[in-house]
């Protein structure tokens, strides 16, 4: 794509635009900013890329030592590193005084490392297999002899990376083909060990979801994913979502967990795609999948019926077709390679149904259309360039509880891309550079079943908010108010790395843009509560909303340092970032509860700059490269896009809850008047039956704000682990991690502090045990001026992360591989610095006995004979912490409540849900007939028909435990794939 957004054309209003695939754009006005400010960082970023370096491409490297047969070490040796995989086809470098040699920038793949100067023979060692971010070593001893007399040995590849610290899980192409796995980089991505996923995918069901994953307990948004080494996260969420990524574009997947470089700004788990290119030989391959509810076993218990379930989660279908072609225009010269995928799958989702008792189906639709350029200009220059065009349609976006028909969101086919150009230069034999642009568009509308959204201050306008009930969790008459976001990142990324034998350094820019329009809109202007059928409260909302955020920077320069001293390796890094954001000038039209408004621009939101230094070191501690202890310090800040930005943007989505008993009340109270009113008991929130506001500046002033010193959260990563080859192919993993947040936010009411509420203790539902709740003071309802500032107190706010982690992989003879182990986690974290004081019941996670958890991993496959291949992935997580909520009847408040209260009943660490244990299998049978390869398997998810509970209501009342999400049932996938 590489295009920008037009101009001119009309933001939404309400109601939303027809389905469209792309967003509406910003007034002429906010064009003419975006075009200056595009203008501005595009010639700024021309002057960058001639003088500083960017974003790496995450690529590996072969190193090692050179010496001769006395042990004496040999400067000037001559080395060439040749493989399929380099449309340039060799790379050579020269050792330096030391011996040492080092070359970076391969592509994954196989190669042959050839080692020759005057008065020695020549050495060739062959076979080396290279992952993606692995620095494999290769060291030589020559003998003295002829250049033209030849020593090859096909020796085993390398397995422990003694240069690097970083925890890397690299999955190749063979491995994911082989695997019983979703076909999505989340899925995969989460079969690396220490790595969650947020939601089950049992053999795809989810593939159009966009699962987050996370490391270590990291926080979502800071997970990256790169493709060839750019980070392609969407602005959404302050990066937390991702684009649905066509699955066949990728040759290899690495996973990295913990030691992040100074390349990688968040401190998350980062994923880098490694695209394929094509080559000198024209090849393809087309994968097609199939799974029917019949192919599905029930998992529905008697205990889970006891429990209020009445349907579980389950498949109706799924379907996958993935086609690719690629390989020379020109050989040697230009490659292609091109593909498309249209993935699509309908779930039924637990306790979920539509009038006529059927159960409600969760549908949804992906396509992509990928194509890959790759141009070897000359001999040390190469461009490659990329287009991932996709296309997602879900007729029915919902969760448990919902009303189907009515209640589900949709999202019609949305704009959404990533796109990247690159150009390489290998400037000399040890200086290598690259410069690129790319952008990550992610568009989208989530809104009302079509019909539902009515005309504003009509009676069925009234008559159709949304309605939930907070103790049974379900929603129904309308979805929560309508979404439209529309967001556009642009990079401009270069590096430049200079590399000796025994020194490596490489320095990098890296330049995000991007702006964002969230369009909201509601029935009624407010969502309608009730309690366990009784009305209770009302959501009030300041809609219409229109806002228009800039991220005007994203900045980080980096510097990263490798030395060798004979066995040690040091990795110095330091980044500088800078982080700008800005809130643009609006204006919107009056809503029920808030006037017309119009807001100027606000700059400088945040305006921050920070350090992130980087340490690791790396001991060869036998000297062979098969065991290396590591260990790292490293600071990562926290990610963020046009997220903190929004939320101070005074036309940002705001709410108040307000007193509703579905009664006349008297005017200025929550007391109902005894009036009898027809609108009486007919569950419409009429404007006589709302109580008091608890925001008296709602939609009138911006309610919430930073302070103008506040300061940006960031880890601090500590690691230490040692890694061994235990036999040939097979390394052995074990670690320690830790990390501590600091700079953490806290939010305070300027017009409010904890003597403004008054206590009262009243027995517990749950046990009996007093509870202490606070009423706000009348006189103080509806004050609202809310700062968030940096909590300096540790004792009142931190967080504390701690893991452990023993793991091991292993390549196996004839092809197969095997990789997983055990990890476990504790988190700690104290929130103990607010304002309301409903909020410090068990706000110290500290003072309670939160225990370790531990999940479990196993992945790979292995060719048995005839053709016939297996394939596992084990994934054991122990289960999730339960809360019991309750929210406090009105009824207990002395004197009458004024702000709705909701508690913990129960403390920290004491409840949780049963462990989830997911066994895949694969069955495989490969025909091969000349260069055509034809394979036909039959995979099992969740072969042992486990129903253990994902989710369930946490809300105490009548459904209390009641099951929202379980594991659905044993799935076979009938799929066949097609290479040459």
Known sequence: MMAFPCEGTESLTSPLENDISRPSSPSTLEGLMLRRTLAQAAVAAAFALVLFPGAASAQSAITGLVKDSSGGVLPGVVVEATSPALIEKVRTVATDAQGRYAIVDLRPGLYKVTFTIPGFSTFVQDGIELPSNFTATVNAELRVGAVEESVTVSGESPVVDVQNAQRTTVLTRQLLDAVPVPRMYQAEGALAVGTKVSDQNVGGARAAVNPRLTAHMSVTKDTTIDVDGMKMNTLVGGGDSHPDHNDAMSQEITVQTAALGAEVSAGGPHL??????????????????????????????????????????SVDKIFDVNA??????????????????????????????????????????????????????????????????????????????QDVLLAAARRPPVLKYTDAIKWTSAVSNKLVYDAGFGTSVNAYREGYQPGILRTPFTPEWYANASRVDIVRNTTNLAAPPELGTYNFRYMLVSTLAYVTGSHAVKAGLQWHIGQNW????????????????????????????????????DLGVYVQDSWTLKRLTINPGLRW????????????????????????????VPNWQNIAPRFSMVYDLTGDAKTAIKGSINKYNRAYTTDFANRYDPLALQSDTRNWSDCDYNPGTSTCSGRALPTNGDGIAQDNEIGPSNNRNLGIVATRRADPTIERPYDIEYSLGVVRQMLRGVSVTAAWYRRDTYNL???????????????????????????????????????VDLLDTTATDRSKARVNYNGLELSFSARLPRGGSMFGGWSADRLITVSCASFDPNTFRYCDQSQYDVPFRSDYKLAGSYPIAWGAQVGVSLQSYAGLPLAVNWAVPANLFPGGRTQAVTVNLVPPGSQYLDRWTQLDLSFRKVFTIGRYRLDGALDMFNALNSNVVLSQNQNFGSTLGQPQAVLQGRLLRLSTQLKF
């Open 745 to 783: 936010e806290q939010q305070l009411n300027t017009l409010v502090s904890v003597t403004d509420y008054a206590s009262f203790t009243t027995p517990s539902p749950l046990n009996g045990e007093p509870v202490t709740i606070y009423n706000l003071n009348r006189s103080k309802q509806g004050l």
């Open 518 to 553: 969230i369009n909201r809109d509601a029935n009624g202007d407010l969502t309608v509560r009730f309690r366990d059928g009784q009305p209770d409260s009302v959501i009030v909302y300041d809609t219409p909303t229109r806002l228009y955020d800039l991220m005007k920077a």
């Open 577 to 604: 970032e800078y982080f700008n954001s800005a809130i643009q000038a609006k204006a919107v039209e009056a809503g029920r509860f808030v006037p017309a408004r119009s807001f100027g621009e606000i700059p400088n």
């Open 324 to 401: 690719s072609l690629g390989g020379p225009i020109k050989r040697d010269k230009l490659w292609f390679f091109g593909s498309h995928r249209s993935v699509g799958n309908d779930n039924i989702v637990a306790n979920s149904f539509y009038p006529d008792g059927s159960p409600g189906i969760y549908d949804q639709r992906v396509r992509n259309y990928t194509l890959r350029l790759t141009w070897q200009v000359s001999p040390r220059n190469k461009i490659t360039a990329y287009d991932d065009y996709q296309t997602k349609y879900v007729g029915h976006l919902f969760t448990s509880g």
């Open 272 to 313: 880098n795609l490694v695209p394929r290119e094509g080559g000198n030989a024209l090849s393809g391959a087309t994968y097609v999948g199939y799974t029917g509810h019949s192919f599905q076993s029930d998992n529905l218990s008697q205990d889970l019926i006891n429990r209020g379930l009445r349907t579980p989660d």
